[in-house]
Every structure is written in structure tokens, then in C-alpha cells.
């Protein structure tokens, strides 16, 4: 089963930037889409950036223009690039690998915590 580590949250002032990381115990060569999700308390989790094998990116509407998906292949990582950060983007981030297009609900990372205050 793969295994993910999320790292890179922690509390930023309003305005600021955070970059999240999630590593990925396989090759993300042919994997077939990652993302990162978000929760935050009393709120279902939510789809925030995906990124496909063929590099197709799709954003919630919540975080275009301010948030960037990547991937290293060379280093099985994906990014969360999060500017203007905002007391609403406050929520615990997960990463998610759908290894083929039949892997469903794929498999996720443990979270890391974002918090937006000042």
C-alpha cells in the first residue's frame, strides 16, 4: 500500500505563503492523480488541488490564483503552494494518491495543520 508524509503546515499570519510537501513511498511517474484535500472542525473534507499523471491541474474556486499543485517526479513529491493565505484556508490538509483511475478513494496521508491568524 503506498504510504504518504505530509509535512510544511504550521500558523501563518494573513497574507502568507506556506508550501506543503507529501512524499510518497513509490514512484508518482504513472500514478494516475494526487491532491490535497482540506478539513476544518465541523466542515466535510474538501477537494482543494489535483494534479494528473499527464500534469492537469484542477482548483476549489475557493483557492485559484492563490494556490499551486506540483509534482517532482524524481523525488515521488507532490507541493501545495498556498499564497495570500487567508483565516478561512485554517484546516488540517491531507494528501491523496489515486494510483490508477479504478483506485477509488485512494490512499491518504495523516494531515498536517494549517492555521491563518494573526
Given at each position: 500500500?503506498?504510504?504518504?508524509?505530509?509535512?510544511?503546515?504550521?500558523?501563518?499570519?494573513?497574507?502568507g505563503?506556506l508550501?506543503l510537501?507529501?512524499?510518497?513511498?513509490?514512484s508518482?511517474f504513472?500514478i494516475?492523480a494526487?491532491g490535497?484535500?482540506r478539513?476544518?472542525?465541523?466542515?466535510?473534507?474538501?477537494?482543494?488541488?489535483?494534479?494528473t499523471?499527464?500534469?492537469i491541474?484542477?482548483?476549489a474556486?475557493?483557492v485559484?490564483?492563490?494556490?499551486?499543485?506540483?509534482r517532482?517526479n524524481a523525488k515521488n513529491?507532490?507541493?501545495?503552494?498556498?499564497?495570500?493565505?487567508?483565516?478561512?484556508?485554517t484546516?488540517?490538509?491531507y494528501?491523496?494518491?489515486?494510483?490508477?483511475?479504478?483506485?477509488?478513494?485512494?490512499?491518504?496521508?495523516?494531515g498536517?495543520?494549517?492555521t491563518?491568524?494573526?
Amino acid at each position: 500500500q503506498v504510504q504518504l508524509v505530509e509535512s510544511g503546515g504550521g500558523l501563518v499570519q494573513p497574507g502568507g505563503s506556506l508550501r506543503l510537501s507529501c512524499v510518497v513511498s513509490q514512484s508518482i511517474f504513472s500514478i494516475y492523480a494526487m491532491g490535497w484535500y482540506r478539513q476544518s472542525p465541523g466542515k466535510q473534507r474538501e477537494l482543494v488541488a489535483r494534479i494528473t499523471s499527464g500534469s492537469i491541474t484542477n482548483y476549489a474556486d475557493s483557492v485559484k490564483g492563490r494556490f499551486t499543485i506540483s509534482r517532482d517526479n524524481a523525488k515521488n513529491t507532490v507541493y501545495l503552494q498556498m499564497n495570500s493565505l487567508q483565516p478561512e484556508d485554517t484546516a488540517v490538509y491531507y494528501c491523496n494518491v489515486r494510483e490508477s483511475a479504478f483506485d477509488f478513494f485512494g490512499s491518504w496521508g495523516q494531515g498536517t495543520q494549517v492555521t491563518v491568524s494573526s
